[in-house]
């Protein structure tokens, strides 16, 4: 038995619309378990953050795991993920180990980075996860390097880069599509646009809203996606991964997503009302709406659910205590890792 979803319209128009797309119960059952890992490592992480175990800045995920679910189920372990430091979930749709991400979050010597990267800049060679990047739209060059590498070296892998909508008004963003598009690069920019950068709404900072569109000018194509259906999004990337590799250059996916928590963990998020994200919450939660398919197509029931529940908590709970049972980095750490012979 099928499951109806969501699928974007073409890059004329602004918005979403409904299609026949479908997904069999395994794959729902499977984008289900990766979005309540990442929305409950997120949680444990807003938790340990209050404690005072994680310094520095901490940016949630809470509210937009679909769309970096929907994404991963779209391409193989040898294409390259980058995103901006809202990036735990990427790391963990990555699969890259709930243990090391926690550790680094505290900064363990366990951590991706020794314990030296923090929250905004883990990497994984072995998961070709390249960060984790603090500066603003820092990520888009470097992922469109690195697409450059993938063509350079003649493989069809693509170059996922993720950025935000405030990301978007960046000088940077457009060098890197007009190079990406000259040159036909194999890259994928997934503009998470979650309605606020920092404390400013998009429609306060950006003149244009249609950010899928922001490619027009070099000839990149773009679609808007509803980035709060797994299905939907998973189907977008198929497209814009086949696109990419057949060697017609760059892609542009808005994901239409929503962040539950404030832009950092230090931000009581005063600018918008409780009521419009509790709207959000009820209406468009991208794991109760997995979780509703689920029930309603006799997939799977609230017994199996709730099992996957526990199993996501004693892994989340796992993480938080090797995190903090995980030694510092020893001080020798400030000399590694600061220069490579080449």
Same mark, same amino acid.
């Given at each position: 038995m099928a499951v109806k979803a969501t699928k974007s319209k073409s890059k004329r128009a602004p918005k979403a619309a409904k299609s026949n797309l479908q997904a069999s119960g395994e794959e729902l059952l499977q984008y289900y378990r990766e979005m309540l890992m990442i929305r409950r490592f997120e949680e444990k992480a807003g938790q340990l953050y209050g404690m005072g175990l994680i310094g520095g800045f901490c940016h949630l995920y809470i509210g937009q795991e679909a769309v970096v679910v &929907?994404? !991963?189920?779209?391409?193989?372990?040898?294409?390259?993920? +980058?995103?901006?430091? @809202?990036? *735990?979930?990427?790391?963990?749709?990555?699969?890259?180990?709930?243990?090391? =991400?926690?550790? $680094?979050?505290t900064g363990r010597s366990g951590g991706y980075s020794h314990g030296k990267g923090g929250s905004m800049h883990m990497f994984s060679k072995e998961k070709n996860f390249f960060g984790g990047h603090g500066i603003v739209a820092a990520q888009v060059?470097?992922?469109?390097?690195? %697409?450059?590498? *993938? /063509?350079?070296? /003649?493989? /069809?892998? =693509?170059?996922?880069?993720?950025?935000?909508?405030?990301? +978007?008004? !960046?000088? !940077?963003?457009? $060098?890197?599509?007009?190079?990406?598009?000259?040159?036909?690069?194999?890259?994928i920019y997934v503009i998470e646009n979650n309605k606020y950068a920092m404390g400013t709404s998009q429609e306060r900072a950006s003149a244009g809203t249609e950010l899928y569109m922001r490619g027009t000018a070099y000839g990149v194509p773009g679609e808007q996606i509803d980035g709060m259906d797994v299905v939907a999004v998973r189907a977008a990337a198929e497209m814009a991964v086949t696109h990419?590799?057949?060697g017609k &250059?760059?892609? #542009?996916?808005?994901?239409?997503?929503? @962040?539950?928590?404030?832009?950092s963990m230090s931000d009581p998020a005063k600018y918008r009302k409780r009521e419009e994200v !509790?709207?959000?919450?009820? $209406? @468009?939660?991208? #794991? $109760?709406? =997995? @979780?509703?398919?689920?029930?309603? &197509?006799?997939? %799977?029931?609230?017994d199996v659910l709730k099992q996957f529940g526990r199993e996501v908590k004693d892994i989340v709970s796992d993480a938080a205590e090797f995190a903090q049972n995980s030694p510092e980095p020893d001080m020798s750490e400030l000399w590694t890792d600061i220069l490579v012979d080449a």
């Open positions: &929907g994404m !991963q189920a779209a391409v193989t372990d040898d294409d390259a993920v +980058i995103t901006s430091y @809202r990036d *735990h979930g990427h790391m963990l749709a990555c699969g890259m180990d709930p243990r090391g =991400v926690m550790a $680094e979050l060059p470097l992922g469109t390097g690195v %697409a450059f590498a *993938h /063509k350079y070296n /003649k493989t /069809k892998n =693509v170059s996922l880069t993720y950025l935000g909508d405030g990301a +978007i008004n !960046q000088g !940077q963003v457009y $060098e890197s599509m007009n190079m990406a598009a000259l040159w036909s690069l194999p890259v990419c590799r057949d &250059g760059p892609f #542009i996916l808005e994901m239409m997503t929503y @962040r539950y928590r404030g832009h !509790q709207k959000m919450r009820s $209406e @468009r939660d991208p #794991i $109760e709406h =997995v @979780r509703q398919l689920l029930l309603d &197509g006799g997939y %799977a029931d609230e």
